[in-house]
Nanobody, 124 residues
Framework: QVQLVESGGGLVQAGGSLRLSCATS????????TGWFRQAPGKEREFVAA????????DYGDSVKGRFTISRDNAKNTVYLHMNNLKPEDTAVYYC?????????????????WGQGTQVTVSS
């Protein structure tokens, strides 16, 4: 089992920045690829970013490319999502997820474990 706990969400004005953290516990964190997804009210859960187990490869959703950066610190068992130039359409609950296969995927169905989510609200 892998437990995931997100933090760092909050209310920010458009153009601002936030850093989300995903702290993990349980099985060896470095064995898992990790992704961030988000879900706005009434919408499907959307891929945001993913990073391989080593951190050597990343992928981003088209709507966040160039504004968000995913990174990980395996020594701290933590994954980060740095979000810059936030827009009102970024408002959603952000979820961290772990994939035991170890490589990036945009499909939420590939991820074995999920956190509870953290709310991000961007005001205009």
């Amino acid at each position: 089992q892998v437990q995931l706990v997100e933090s760092g969400g909050g209310l920010v004005q458009a153009g601002g920045s936030l850093r989300l953290s995903c702290a993990t516990s349980g099985r060896t964190f470095s064995n898992y690829a990790t992704g961030w997804f988000r879900q706005a009210p009434g919408k499907e859960r959307e891929f945001v970013a993913a990073i391989t187990r080593s951190g050597g490869s990343t992928d981003y959703g088209d709507s966040v490319k160039g504004r968000f950066t995913i990174s990980r610190d395996n020594a701290k068992n933590t994954v980060y999502l740095h979000m810059n130039n936030l827009k009102p359409e970024d408002t959603a609950v952000y979820y961290c997820a772990a994939d035991s296969r170890g490589y990036v995927s945009r499909s939420k169905y590939q991820y074995n474990y999920w956190g509870q989510g953290t709310q991000v609200t961007v005001s205009s």
